[in-house]
């Protein structure tokens, strides 16, 4: 399955800024990336690395002279998601079993204070039989409770705020999803891509919770085709996969994010159709 | 420099339960390990795996039958914290040149929400001209403004709190030590180990902030010598970097925490009397 | 019915202290004062006051000398409810309608942020056709999704809490069932009195909710018979009726509170058993 | 002194709604209303009330039916506030004295969470002799310390949060020095009022804090002249003295606010300026 992304952000840099982007495709085993190619105007020499814990390629870069600065990406990837059927997603691995790439996602973290949800969580879905029953009754019980509602939150909002406001945007309904998961003590984390057919076009967030050992995909926003992403980095939360970290002073003028299908075959599945015993991985 | 530490945790379970102990010491190239021993009883198999962004040593086990449940540890090690001068200590990083390893410690946490921070830290130490200046001007407002009151804190305290309401114990210290570094560009972690002569007998938290490319350790509640520590883990804060995660449910009866000096020679260093102009590192 | 109630408070004072007492029963048209009992020990004039908004008679008291100090209180009262059935429950005042008195308390308080419960309370409780079964719902919602758990929350412990960590006492659950209410525009606000058969015996706090021009009365605790309260005062939130104020320095030692019928006949009402189309108010 | 003010607040009206504005200037032995105004278009039979425990006359309305709706207010008021010298402002009122319109006024409320701040407020203003002095301290501190920045709060900022993110409008301001005051035990209370020469021009917010038995003046903002305020109410915070309470859906669309001197000796004090041994009352 194959995708083109674009995305180009421009600033005005007013002062002497570091900034690290978080928007290249990931590479992994399954998502092969065809081409891509990073333009910096005016040109300055970046640097790239690449996350401890997660598959995310960063991009830093010190902008020195005040003036206009924009860094654009593009790439052709080919991605074959993983199909889980019922039988796999009854396995659970013990906590005991887990590793030490998973365990830092039972934790909470700046925007996922799972400490503070527990009661909540055991309450409301404490009694599903199976993990993967309770995340899809967490991601369905974000989409009927929560809002999504454009500019109702900011950089600072977190799942301890959605869940009595009610109302966010993407990275709202990710962090409440992965703060309720933890809280069950199951592991979960941010995902941020770029997404087929999102309107208005943007940056995506979701989040992946591990499942048997699989880190399964969920979108309580409903907003795009379940197989319609293409993954840009993994992280705890908002914290680590911020699509730019700024270090300075600048303002952002333009944001321009596409992601289109280049498969003719290509079929999105929509969560609201999507047979509920099938599970999606991106891993 | 030799210590010998030595804890012991003892708990009833009543319900299967995951643990997930921080108590063995770092083992690094300053800190060596001379013996250690753990025991486990009743005897369950244990298995033990590194963090992945720090020195940790975490020990994971399942305990499946109620009842009584101890582990103790206890090792003697060498260690040979680095002091520097002045002239290292003003040396700064800038951030595009900072590696995978430390560009997480500048982003917000759990317990360290520095992005809530930055006008605030701005405000007060932005003046100050180094960044080694500012994180002891950091370390000493703690200190000034904060009350050091057992009790008045809980595992849900964050540093965002601790401003506010200025008391708390050394996690909630080391917590707004953190989030003000980071509040100001400056990586800054956790640090929790075996402290000499600390009273009553506990666990310590303390902080590290990259200086120069080294972790420089400062400890705003000066209860303990700055080179009486024993490092057991560093963290993000205390999400990483607990003592112990308890899975399932058990009761904590008793802790012994316990760091000697067995070095003759030793001569503990208070942070009052410490020379200003000398830094510390653990790393 | 008559009930006889009792408190006594004991303090080691330690520097020249204030204190507002709120313990005395209120004095209105239903509930009548047969005799009362106010000792203060070491004696020390005491002056009351009576609330602006509320049947609330305090006592303001100058504790000059450090050391012992106690004030106790007894007193009878006759007191008859009302009871409201279905047709006048089913009333509703229009906000245009309530007067000066009512108005406030449809405004967020300290403790019941209800501004930020609005998206969250219709959600759950808008579709509900009329106002007395909106708050029986809130009641009943409360007493189903939070856990009375003694010790398991402060003084600052405010609805915005609750409502997520999900535990707390007859406080919390009052400040929430508060919060709700006006979240939906509907007038509510804070009762605290003597309770018939609270165990262990204790002041007790439930919430009233002003319903087609009458203050109804919910208990989300269940702990006590409907029936079986006594009234000392009402407030905004616990800010405005707190049992004690003090400002100064003092260790309170003991609490006695009793609260016993003296009415052969008395049968107490259980929620549980309650009818649920009848309503019942102190007022 | 006289002053003339004006304001117009335009809506549309989405559904059924009631109003209650805050817009009309109190009528107090020093504020004497020469004329005013009241325009309702289209016409809807408003009602007036006063508040409990404030000068506040506001007025209710219900608007009925979709569409255009606006409120004008106009007044000429002749107002001679009151000048302290430091023989009066040095002057206390022990707690023990206070009434029943002024207690009220030391407890925390929605947006003033002085139970959280004592310890704050203690170790920055508790050393300083008298009560006046301290305020002015509180107030001068707020204006060092906290940025003036419109649109960096909303509608649930509290003086909780103003403290460390350090930005805020006129209502933070006054918020936060309430908070502060009460901190100390020392009664304060929101002032809401029109302000001679503030620019852009919109209502203004700033508090009284209760000074042997005075209601003085401050405004932390520094914005207007001390001398230029024409008073609309008082409450707790904004809570209770909102411009308009809205209960049912609208858009704001334009609000024109005024406030001229018609006095040619009109001779502004800015705080600055202000000597600061006088205090100013507008009681």
Redesign the interface.
């Known amino acids: 399955m194959k995708f083109k992304v674009f995305s180009e952000l421009q600033y005005t840099v007013n002062m002497p800024t570091?900034f690290?982007f978080n928007i290249q495709v990931a590479r992994t085993a399954r998502q092969v990336i065809l081409e891509e190619n990073l333009i910096v105007d005016p040109f300055i020499q970046a640097?790239q690395?690449?996350?401890?814990?997660s598959d995310g390629r960063?991009i830093?870069?010190?902008v020195n002279n005040p003036g206009n600065f924009s860094i654009s990406y593009s790439a052709t990837v080919d991605l074959q998601y993983n199909i889980f059927y019922p039988e796999q997603l009854l396995q659970t691995t013990?906590?005991?079993k887990?590793?030490?790439?998973t365990?830092?996602y039972?934790?909470?973290?700046?925007y996922?204070?799972s400490?503070?949800?527990q009661?909540?969580a055991y309450?409301e879905f404490g009694g599903i039989q199976n993990t993967y029953a309770q995340v899809s009754a967490i991601a369905d019980w974000i989409y009927k409770?929560v809002?999504y509602l454009s500019g109702s939150t900011d950089?600072?909002t977190s799942a301890?705020d959605t869940?009595?406001?009610?109302?966010g945007v993407c990275r709202d309904f990710a962090h409440l999803g992965i703060a309720l998961c933890r809280a069950l003590?199951i592991p979960a984390r941010y995902f941020t891509g770029y997404a087929y057919n999102l309107n208005p076009p943007d940056f995506h967030a979701c989040f992946e919770a591990n499942i048997g050992g699989e880190w399964i995909f969920f979108d309580p926003t409903h907003l795009v085709p379940v197989n319609g992403l293409v993954k840009i980095s993994n992280g705890r939360d908002a914290?680590?996969a911020a699509v730019a970290?700024i270090?300075g002073g600048t303002i952002c003028n333009s944001m321009i994010v596409k992601c289109e299908s280049v498969d003719p075959t290509f079929s999105p599945i929509y969560s609201n159709n999507h047979e509920k015993e099938k599970g999606l991985s991106y891993q």
């Not at 887990?98 to 790439?101: G, K």
């Not at 039972?106 to 700046?110: D, N, T, Y």
């Not at 869940?163 to 109302?167: D, G, K, M, P, S």
């Open positions: 570091t690290i640097e690395y690449n996350a401890l814990n960063f830093k870069l010190y013990p906590i005991a887990m590793d030490a790439e365990i830092p039972l934790f909470p973290s700046r996922c204070q400490d503070k949800l009661r909540l309450k409770n809002e950089a600072s301890y869940l009595t406001e009610r109302a003590s914290a680590d970290s270090f």
